[in-house]
T-cell receptor, first 112, second 109 residues
Framework: IAGITQAPTSQILAAGRRMTLRCTQDMRHNAMYWYRQDLGLGLRLIHYSNTAGTTGKGEVPDGYSVSRANTDDFPLTLASAVPSQTSVYFC???????????FGPGTRLTVL | GQNIDQPTEMTATEGAIVQINCTYQTSGFNGLFWYQQHAGEAPTFLSYNVLDGLEEKGRFSSFLSRSKGYSYLLLKELQMKDSASYLCAGYDSNYQLIWGAGTKLIIKP
């Protein structure tokens, strides 16, 4: 692994189903972030983690949960998907603010 | 409230110069980023300004005026590969990044 990876690349999901988006980084960054990107809107922060074992809510956390059991992994779970969660999801990591954030390739999620 | 504003779309000619503006209103200020995002790809870092003035990095330069809440990204000698969206983002007082919606730059031959 080099950098930050996300899985799956894309997914079509029925409304009401549970889904976990995976994110792994090998840069030993303390901070990790989940964003969603929708057409015409900027990246919006869903949840973040400043260090392993801690998480915090971003701008749009409702319907999403995260965990940070170790430094490398930061999964995002949709407990019961709804169509409004159709979006492109980016995971990012940084060596803490105000350093630059490095982004994964994204997961394109469609909820029907 | 917190807000980052930038134009939705701009068009420029290959070989020319283009300036993409960004104005911001954040609770506190801890620096401003510019990222490039090609269609279907992840954003990639271009520049970070925390002090007033111009920072030059090859064909790309970024300017910041903290008193005016204003930044711009200057791209010189435009190439077709510069066709992308350019995202402006500012750190607020809690060190959370606030993102603009991005400026789609179209380069014509």
């Amino acid at each position: 692994i080099a950098g930050i990876t996300q899985a799956p690349t894309s997914q079509i999901l029925a409304a009401g189903r549970r889904m976990t988006l995976r994110c792994t980084q090998d840069m030993r960054h303390n901070a990790m972030y989940w964003y969603r990107q929708d057409l015409g809107l900027g990246l919006r922060l869903i949840h973040y983690s400043n260090t392993a074992g801690t998480t915090g809510k971003g701008e749009v956390p409702d319907g999403y949960s995260v965990s940070r059991a170790n430094t490398d992994d930061f999964p995002l779970t949709l407990a019961s998907a709804v169509p409004s969660q159709t979006s492109v999801y980016f995971c990012a990591s940084s060596d803490g603010a105000p350093n630059e954030q490095f982004f994964g390739p994204g997961t394109r999620l469609t909820v029907l | 409230g917190q807000n980052i504003d930038q134009p939705t779309e701009m068009t420029a000619t290959e070989g020319a110069i283009v300036q993409i503006n960004c104005t911001y209103q954040t609770s506190g200020f801890n620096g401003l980023f510019w990222y490039q995002q090609h269609a279907g790809e992840a954003p990639t870092f271009l520049s970070y300004n925390v002090l007033d003035g111009l920072e030059e990095k090859g064909r790309f330069s970024s300017f910041l005026s903290r008193s005016k809440g204003y930044s711009y990204l200057l791209l010189k000698e435009l190439q077709m590969k510069d066709s992308a969206s350019y995202l402006c983002a500012g750190y607020d007082s809690n060190y959370q990044l606030i993102w603009g919606a991005g400026t789609k730059l179209i380069i014509k031959p």
